[in-house]
């Protein structure tokens, strides 16, 4: 992660309203920004017009992925009315559309944030997935963003994962955004059988997926989230999804708007 560190800079660093116990620190609330652009700094305006002592974000994901650390952890944030004394608040720049650098840090950073405070990926929420919080913000599909991160049982630091009952090599491929292929080779796996309790290790060098983007052409998509969207791109793009001849024929381009629609879409 690239971190930018603000705590000795950000508003009311000095004299925080309120402070807490790491224990305290039971959720995480993911936002957006609702603006094509910003950081910290452009938003402590709205804040101090606000009359708040602290800002709103512990974390603020930038659009080049770079994440602005703004508060310790136990210092309240004002993010979510009424449960901030319980959530660490984490915003990333945009309004509905992200770049993939900036879901790759959001990806990193909650997934340090749960291991370092012991937050299962059920207990991260949407602004508006708190009671009395009625609002766009986030900006995205949370239920997606949880499986990612592991539908409760998010990677450890050390990358292993201990299978439970009903887990299978495919909905841990799934879980943790990498491939049963990947996963056999790691493990030394010949087939998919595996038992309960049973320590599988996660591969560090997983693939990548762009961030999902629906009801737009692959090339208006792309452009959308900051990525190259030329035709010899693309054409990376398509090989590392299966496609060996693409000719930007509307079936190739089609596939690749699908895969990318469900957050499918594989990196070159």
């Known amino acids: 992660m ?4 603000r705590t000795k800079t950000a508003m009311g660093w000095q004299n925080p309203f309120q402070t807490r116990k790491r224990s305290d620190i039971t959720h995480i609330a993911v936002h957006h920004s609702a603006t094509p652009t910003g950081n910290t700094a452009a938003f402590e305006n709205h804040w101090r017009n606000q009359g708040w002592r ?7 994901i930038l659009r080049d992925g770079q994440i602005e650390h703004n508060y310790p952890d136990t210092v309240v944030t004002n993010g979510v009315l009424g449960h901030n004394h319980y959530v660490l608040n984490v915003c990333v720049v945009g309004s509905g559309q992200f770049t993939y650098l900036q879901e790759e840090a959001l990806i990193e950073l909650l997934t340090t944030l749960m291991d370092r405070h012991n937050i299962p990926a059920s207990n991260v929420l949407g602004h508006n997935e ?16 949880r499986t990612r991160l592991g539908s409760g049982n998010a990677p450890t630091a050390n990358g292993t994962h201990i299978v439970a009952s009903g887990d299978t090599l495919w909905s841990i491929a799934q879980r943790y955004s990498t491939t049963v292929q990947a996963l056999q080779q790691a493990n030394n796996i010949q087939g998919n059988l595996i038992r309960v309790g049973q320590q599988l290790i996660i591969p560090r060098n997983v693939p990548r997926f762009f961030p999902p983007v629906t009801n737009l052409s692959i090339v208006d998509a792309l452009k959308s989230i900051n990525v190259d969207s030329s035709f010899a791109f693309r054409q990376r793009i398509a090989i590392a999804n299966g496609i060996q001849n693409y000719a930007s024929t ?5 596939h690749l708007s699908n895969l990318l629609s469900r957050g499918l879409l594989l990196c070159p």
């Open 2 to 5: 690239k971190i930018i560190d």
């Open 54 to 60: 602290n800002g709103g974000y512990a974390y603020v």
């Open 130 to 145: 708190f009671s009395g919080n009625a609002t766009q913000c986030p900006g995205r599909n949370m239920d997606f963003l």
């Open 250 to 254: 509307a079936p190739q381009n089609i």
